[in-house]
């Protein structure tokens, strides 16, 4: 077996230190406050599933969804194909029952969806964290339903907080402003709210400072993100990457931070604190330091194939077949904790070793 780094994992999660990662997936299931996880080939838990519930998105921001191939006469999905969302629900609690313990509804851009708020008020009483990853542009008008229906916690995108540069990133004729507007929105209704910037060298590299100053001293955290190769028109090369160790000292120039020791699989970005208390920011590091070791995502596209990887290929299971063809949920479970216990994916370490030129699916299709 090809190395993965692993993380520590405390005695809350059913292990202890003499357990190797044979140990564990001997096991087949990981132990943690809430319930059990399946692991895959690599002792990775399911514990998060990603829902894109569209393919369409009014931003087209060039490592996304660049306007020359998601143009004018684009085909999007047609809505029979997408799946309603009973099926998203049905989904979802068969995934819950297997071990996730956070749902995020993606895209495209998901406020797109039509009464997305009936959506989370049928995933709500699935008691697990609920999220969504959004634009921002449709939050000032939708927020306090969101809020109701049951969502706790929100990711807006922002790229840069200079009208201009944002304007030429998400490719779109939208105000910054009427952003920032959605996140003072989704504050006062009492949201948890992250941002997240993907940085490009050459393209916004100098927003970096400008955001963080922004927010610091408010409840939002800032995540950086280096520039991946997802999907296969961004016109990704490592040399537009701004590596993460650098993000982090453009910001301690202006203020000093302090490493935040994270739990194992309790998320992918890298966090620090301002020294004063006034607040955190993150970065994530897919292409200078991979963390495929701590990936525990699922993720599903809006017509319901699932992906194991944000770098995959092919998808693993088709999930609007099986519900469309009278698949029980008993026999929907048996194929998740078969296909997770299966799944090898490390793009990310292999793209370390060179291995870059096979095809993969959009972002778009499957969100972030």
């Known amino acids: 077996m090809a190395h993965v780094r692993l993380p520590i994992v405390g005695p809350e999660w059913g292990r202890d230190s003499s357990d ?17 996880s399946v692991l895959d080939a690599y002792a990775r838990p399911l514990l998060d599933l990603r829902i894109s519930v569209t393919d369409r998105c009014n931003f087209r921001c060039g490592y996304c969804m660049p306007k020359s191939v998601f143009g004018p006469g684009f085909e999007f999905l ?4 997408i799946l309603s969302f009973e099926e998203i629900a049905r989904v979802a609690k068969v995934f819950v029952g297997q071990g996730v313990r956070k749902l995020r509804l993606t895209g ?21 964290d609920l999220a969504l990853t959004t634009n921002g542009s449709l939050l ?5 339903r969101l809020r109701a229906a049951g969502l706790g916690r929100i990711t807006v995108s922002l790229d840069a907080l200079e009208d201009a540069v944002f304007r030429r990133m998400s490719d779109a004729e939208f105000p910054v402003a009427r952003v920032l507007d959605g996140i003072s929105a989704a504050l006062a209704h009492g949201f948890g709210v992250k941002v997240n910037c993907v940085v490009q060298r050459g393209v916004n590299e100098d927003q970096i400072a400008p955001l963080a100053r922004y927010f610091k001293g408010s409840p939002v955290a800032v995540r950086f993100i280096e520039f991946m190769d997802v999907g296969n028109h961004n016109a990704w090369n490592r040399e ?22 994270e739990e194992a699989f309790a998320g992918v970005a890298k966090r620090w604190q301002y020294a004063d208390g006034s607040g955190e920011i993150g970065v994530i590091s897919s292409v200078t330091q991979p963390f495929c ?16 990887c944000l770098f995959a290929t092919d998808a693993r299971f088709d999930f609007r077949q099986a519900l469309r063809g009278g698949t029980s949920d008993e026999q929907l479970a ?29 972002m778009s ?3 972030g």
């Open 20 to 36: 190797s990662p044979a140990d564990l997936r001997s096991r087949g299931t990981l132990q943690f406050d809430g319930g059990a």
């Open 78 to 81: 047609p809505r029979a194909s």
């Open 108 to 128: 495209g851009e998901p406020l797109l969806r039509r009464d997305l708020p009936s959506l989370i008020e049928m995933l709500a009483p699935l008691g697990v």
């Open 140 to 144: 000032v008008e939708q927020a306090a």
């Open 240 to 261: 537009r990457v701004v590596p993460a160790d650098q993000i982090v000292q453009r910001i301690a120039r202006e203020s000093a931070l302090e490493r935040v020791t």
């Open 293 to 308: 070791g701590d990936c525990s995502r699922a993720r599903l596209s809006a017509e319901g194939k699932l992906y194991t």
């Open 334 to 362: 048996a194929a998740v904790r078969a296909l997770w216990s299966g799944r090898a994916d490390r793009y990310s370490e292999l793209r370390q070793e060179g291995a870059t030129s096979r095809p993969k699916i959009e």
């Open 365 to 367: 299709y499957i969100g």
